[in-house]
């Protein structure tokens, strides 16, 4: 049965998703999902373990420690990542909010407007508070305060490291995640049906 599921969940993914390449996949094509978390907390565990899972799917997911290499700006390489990718993924963690650049990509992606799947990993919503230390600007403050704040009221996931099921945490999370790129998918041929229709108006 399990292997039926992850038969068709491949097969779905190649017929949403453009085709990946052995070569381009990590390097000029965009991502489909920007994997936004704390290292220290999830590299090893939840972040690293769900981008694998989805990168076997046929997906192309981006997660720092995978899609670069020493030498690589953080900027040049996480901002592109975050404007092109299809879907967010923000896994909130005990750590979290105390790096900036957690702030930044998740503020990053919601001011692009992306679709984000919050995974509450270890910490409750009303858990996360971010706090200042002096190294942030008014504007920023504000800015990352806006973000965290959209996030804590999107349905997300909940996972608790010491007592959940690992496999049943990452089916449900690609199954969370493969359920909006379908939908996002059906709004963008909409959207371009829409406008070829008017466009011949």
């Known amino acids: ?3 039926l599921c992850f038969s068709s969940a491949k097969n779905l993914c190649r017929k949403i998703l453009q085709p990946r390449t052995s070569i381009l996949a990590t390097t000029k094509l965009p991502c489909d999902i920007f994997i936004n978390h704390r290292g220290i907390d999830t590299k090893r565990t939840i972040a690293g373990l769900l981008h694998d899972h989805l990168f076997r799917l046929g997906l192309r997911p981006f997660l720092d420690s995978r899609n670069m290499k ?22 909130f963690s005990p750590n ?10 998740l503020t990053l992606l919601m001011e692009s407007k992306k679709r984000v799947i919050p995974i509450f990993c270890d910490v409750k919503p009303s858990q996360l508070q971010f706090m200042d230390y002096g190294t942030s600007s008014d504007k920023q403050l504000q800015r990352f305060s806006w973000a965290l704040e959209e996030s804590k009221y999107t349905v997300g996931l909940t996972f608790d490291t010491s007592s959940g099921d690992w496999s049943d945490f990452l089916n449900a999370a690609t199954d969370a995640i493969i359920k909006n790129l379908v939908e996002l998918e059906a709004e963008n041929s909409s959207k371009k049906s829409t406008y070829i229709v008017q466009g011949r108006d």
Do not use: T, W
């Open 1 to 3: 049965m399990q292997k």
């Open 96 to 105: 979290y909010c105390d790096s900036y650049f957690c702030l930044h990509e």
């Open 70 to 91: 020493p030498g690589d700006s953080l900027f040049d390489k996480i901002n592109p990542a975050i404007r092109n990718c299809k879907l967010g993924v923000a896994i």
